[in-house]
């Protein structure tokens, strides 16, 4: 049904719109590096309460003290002194998209986000650089007690729902990246569903990261009441520059008993990004977390989606796609940590790498003690395009219990020549028999994925085609 | 009637070894042209020369399609002119729909959109003509299919495609009673003055419902004896023995 959704408006999406830069002046720039002096101005410029401000700085000095990891891709690249923490775009936070500055919201409407938002989404938020310029939710959420909000406004608004929950998942020693992001976090999305509501459309952030040289580090954080039911979607792209970008985000999330929560993203970050990322999702007795991950963008990716299954008979679901092209080290996968009884996880990652990129599976699915009954199955895929590409798959499993079940396959491949023969003996030349084999191993995520997600990540594997054989 | 194919002293090898040697066939414009031969002559070879097959070269000897010749153009681009091979073993992928996969290839060999419910109907009419049924379309390419429903799905993407010369290698094997009658009806109904067919056949059921005009019989890379639907009944009476001398085999 690939061509039906073609016809959807993301038809004439092509990387050129991921690229194009804004020239747009900033109402306020850090000072490039980090500094003490960087992060209480960040704090000043947000107005924040005191609490907030002795969180940045006691995360500052642990950022300063933690070593970077040792088994981690090589980011020797990336100078921290050159990085902008901080980049407010010139605009307050707006509810119309009409209020926007004509630029940042030229941007958003080349993305398709307001038309996504009129069609099928429940809230809109979006962020560029470091601050949230829009955030809108349907009236009907509100009237359900749904709160989505910019974090910002959350910390400031809902102090009490925010301060329990804020850094606990997450803490700032987890790992260096962590207590960056803690240090000079700005913007992200702030999503609270009571007890019982079901979100029945998704909410979606996009992150857009426009000035060269910058970082982004926003900070999500849901929490599903009991009984709840929400699906979020986050998306990710910047323009190429020649300096190196950084993306640093945290996501919290916190599934309550009996709650679903479905967590999507498609990563489209330019490739000279740095994406060390960090998401943890804690699911109680019932609770259900489904990620769905598809990464194609970034020079170099950290990123394993963690959910710790402390409830009984709690349960998590992982599918996730990442496509390494010249020049791409992306190294993710996904950690579950089974720690009530009876939990159930699923783990189905695939990986694509082509024109010299790397694809590296990392996982960790750590049993303990008591998570007597614990079921999961691990499957890992890999398929690469040429001789230069690189895949590896890296699976860590720690079991400290006998009564579990667990099953872990792992397959690496190639396109055979024969499959490329047959759809071209069809007509279809070598590039577009290629891209159509691809789109088919990557079906089983894009079939998970909303719509005009799945419309998008065909492009994006159509585009990593276009014109690549001679 | 006008000639489709031209094939001139065809040689061919996969590696270091020559499995064709020096092969010459013309098929006009609606002819239908059976070949026969034991396991191994080189049957499947010759129809994946033609279309392309990177996997076998053409170390000598010409083939022209429409009076162009072809011997070096790369097998979408053959398909693109009117050619079309039904696979003996055809593949099986997982994650692309019947219909996705028949209307791109319908898009590439018409240099024509297909429209999208347009095209649903034929896809719908021409699985009914195969007598299956229509949840196909939304199933995987061949995936999970049993060895008859893919040759089944060969017939139907011909059918779709409609190309100048369909060249059918074995399609008829594994195929029960009444799918054979299926098939043929379908090839019959497919074959036209415009077009032509090659069929690859052990058996004979398929020449009870399809006469063939041409008979070819390819033993040991050569073909050793042409005739017509004759020579059909005359292999079947005798057995390929026969013909063997005739390749310089004992």
Sequence with gaps: MAEERKKSRIDDVARSIYDVKDAVEYAYKADAGLTEDVVREISAQKDEPDWMLEKRLAALALYRKLDIAPWMPDISELDMDHIDTYVRPKTDMKARWEDLPENIRETFDRLGIPEAEKKSLAGVGAQYDSEVVYHNVQEEMERQGVIYVDFETAVKEYPELVKPYFGRLITPNYHKFAALHYAVWSGGSFVYVPKGVDVKMPLQSYFRLNAPGAGQFEHTLIIVEEGAKCHFIEGCSAPRYNVANLHAGAVELFVKKGATLRYSTIENWSKNMYNLNTKRALVEDDGHMIWVSGSFGSHTSCLYPDTVLAGDRSSCEFTGITFAGKGQFLDTGSKVECIGRDTHLSIHSKSISKGGGAAIYRGVVHIGPKAAGAKGAISCESLMLDNESRSDTIPDIIIENDNIDLGHEAKIGRIPEEDIYYLMSRGLSEEDAKAMLVRGFAEPISKALPLEYAVEMNRLIDLEFEGSIG | ?250
């Design chain 2, 1 to 250: 009637m006008s000639e489709l194919l031209r094939i001139e002293n065809l040689h061919v090898s996969v590696g270091e070894k020559e499995l064709l040697h020096g092969l010459d066939l013309t098929v006009r414009a609606g002819e239908v042209h059976v070949i026969m031969g034991v396991n191994g002559a080189g049957k499947s070879t010759l129809l994946h020369a033609i279309m392309g097959n990177p996997a076998y070269t053409v170390t000598e000897g010409r083939i022209w399609f429409e009076g162009q010749d072809i011997t070096e153009l790369s097998t979408d681009k053959r398909a693109r002119l009117g050619l079309f091979l039904s696979f003996q073993a055809p593949i099986s992928v997982a994650g692309i729909s019947m219909e996705n996969f028949i209307r791109t290839a319908k898009t590439a060999v018409s240099g024509q959109q297909q429209r999208l419910f347009p095209f649903k109907r034929l896809l719908k009419a021409r699985l009914q003509d195969l007598a299956m049924d229509p949840s196909y379309a939304e199933r995987y390419l061949n995936d999970g299919f049993s060895g008859g429903e893919r040759k089944k799905s060969e017939i139907l993407q011909m059918r779709i495609l409609d190309p100048k010369l369909a060249m059918l290698d074995e399609t008829d094997s594994g195929l029960d009673v009444d799918a054979v009658r299926i098939v043929s009806k379908n090839i019959s109904d497919f074959h036209n003055e415009t077009n032509a067919v090659i069929l690859i056949t052990h058996l004979n059921q398929i020449l009870k419902f399809i006469r063939p005009d041409h008979v070819h019989i390819l033993i040991g890379g050569r073909i050793v004896k042409e005739g017509g639907p004759e020579l059909v009944d005359e292999v079947e009476a005798n057995g390929f023995d026969a013909y063997r001398s005739l390749a310089g085999e004992a």
